[in-house]
């Protein structure tokens, strides 16, 4: 059974950091490009970031970059996402996705599995 568990999320001021972790289990975490994408209320699900299964690349989405910086632990077979100079736009439900591919997608529909999220609120 594939499992996707986020963690990390909670309420903070604008300025402040949060690093989400992503625990995976169920599939091979090493052939898995991962990604992080969130929706806030009323708007679709949209992309963060992702690393590929080799952790060599990352892409960002230009809302995030600079701030925000995926990483992976094969030995642990996490996925984090370090955020930091959060900003009240950023307040959304944070999910992890897992890809079966070499590079990851910025596209919700090429990702094969899903947390159930977690939620970021940055107040003003």
């Known amino acids: 059974q594939v499992q996707l568990v986020e963690s990390g999320g909670g309420l903070v001021q604008a300025g402040d950091s949060l690093r989400l972790s992503c625990a995976v289990s169920?599939?091979?975490?090493?052939?898995?490009?991962m990604g992080w994408f969130r929706q806030a209320p009323g708007k679709e699900r949209e992309f963060v970031g992702a690393?590929?299964?080799?952790?060599?690349?990352?892409f960002y989405a230009d809302s995030v970059k600079g701030r925000f910086t995926i990483s992976r632990s094969l030995v642990k077979k996490t996925l984090y996402l370090q955020m930091n100079s959060l900003k009240p736009e950023d307040t959304a439900v944070y999910y992890c996705?897992?890809?079966?591919?070499?590079?990851?997608?910025?596209?919700?529909?090429?990702?094969?599995?899903w947390g159930q999220g977690t939620q970021v609120t940055v107040s003003a």
């Open positions: 996705a897992a890809d079966l591919a070499v590079l990851p997608s910025t596209s919700v529909d090429e990702y094969d599995y």
């Open positions: 690393i590929s299964r080799s952790a060599l690349s990352t």
């Open positions: 169920g599939l091979t975490f090493s052939m898995h490009a």
